[in-house]
T-cell receptor
Framework: GQQVMQIPQYQHVQEGEDFTTYCNSS?????IQWYKQRPGGHPVFLIQ?????EVKKQKRLTFQFGEAKKNSSLHITATQTTDVGTYFC??????????FGTGTKLQVIP | NAGVTQTPKFQVLKTGQSMTLQCAQD?????MSWYRQDPGMGLRLIHY???????DQGEVPNGYNVSRSTTEDFPLRLLSAAPSQTSVYFC???????????FGQGTRLTVV
C-alpha cells in the first residue's frame, strides 16, 4: 500500500532559526496535505498541494510539491515558540484512503 | 460549532473487555475515518468510510469493527481489548471533493 515517510523525526531549533521537514513517497502521489498537531491536541489541516512543482506560502510557512510528485517539504522561516508541535504530511490515495506520514516533532528553544 | 465529537475522552479497559468509541460529525461529510496514534508511529488508519453503508479497512484493522448506518455517526468497536490497543484514537471527517480532514479531540485508551 501507499507509504509516506517523513524526516527528520525530531528537530530542535533556536527561536529565529529556520526549520524544514521532508515527506517522501515511493509512489507518485496525486496530492499531498500538511497538518499541524500541537502538544496534547489534534491534527489541524494546513494546506493541500496537487500540482507538480507547486509552491504555496502561508506567512512564514512555505510548502512545496516535488516535480515528480513523490516528495514534499514544509519550510518555516524564523521559527517562533508558537510553531512548536508535530507536522504531518498526508496523501489521499485510491478510494479516498488518506495515509499519514510519521510526522516531525518540532521543539523551539526560546 | 460542534464539528467532530468523540466520546469518551479517556477510558481504561481490562484485557478482554469490549467497548465502543463514539464519533459524530454535524458537517454532513461523506468521508469519516479512525486513526490510532502511537509514539513514533504517526497516525495509522484503522477503518474509513466514504458514505453511509460503506466501510473499508485501513492499515491496522485487526481487532476493530466499524459500521456507518448514518452520515453523522461512525462508531469504532473494540471486540476484545488487548494491551497493544493502548493508544490515542482520533476520528476525522471531511468532504469527498476536498482534501481537508477535520479531527475530533481524541480518546486516550489504556488497556491493562
Amino acid at each position: 500500500g501507499q507509504q509516506v515517510m517523513q524526516i527528520p523525526q525530531y528537530q530542535h531549533v533556536q527561536e529565529g532559526e529556520d526549520f524544514t521537514t521532508y515527506c517522501n513517497s515511493s509512489t507518485t502521489l496525486s496530492n499531498i496535505q500538511w497538518y499541524k498537531q500541537r502538544p496534547g491536541g489534534h491534527p489541524v489541516f494546513l494546506i493541500q498541494l496537487v500540482k507538480s512543482g507547486e509552491v504555496k506560502k502561508q506567512k512564514r510557512l512555505t510548502f512545496q510539491f516535488g516535480e515528480a510528485k513523490k516528495n514534499s517539504s514544509l519550510h518555516i522561516t524564523a521559527t517562533q515558540t508558537t510553531d512548536v508541535g508535530t507536522y504531518f504530511c498526508a496523501a489521499r490515495g485510491g478510494y479516498q484512503k488518506v495515509t499519514f506520514g510519521t510526522g516531525t516533532k518540532l521543539q523551539v528553544i526560546p | 460549532n460542534a464539528g467532530v465529537t468523540q466520546t469518551p475522552k479517556f477510558q481504561v479497559l481490562k484485557t478482554g473487555q469490549s467497548m465502543t468509541l463514539q464519533c459524530a460529525q454535524d458537517m454532513n461529510h461523506e468521508y469519516m475515518s479512525w486513526y490510532r496514534q502511537d509514539p513514533g508511529m504517526g497516525l495509522r488508519l484503522i477503518h474509513y468510510s466514504v458514505g453511509a453503508g460503506i466501510t473499508d479497512q485501513g492499515e491496522v484493522p485487526n481487532g476493530y469493527n466499524v459500521s456507518r448506518s448514518t452520515t453523522e455517526d461512525f462508531p469504532l468497536r473494540l471486540l476484545s481489548a488487548a494491551p497493544s490497543q493502548t493508544s490515542v484514537y482520533f476520528c476525522a471527517s471531511g468532504p469527498l471533493q476536498r482534501a481537508e480532514a477535520f479531527f475530533g479531540q481524541g480518546t486516550r485508551l489504556t488497556v491493562v
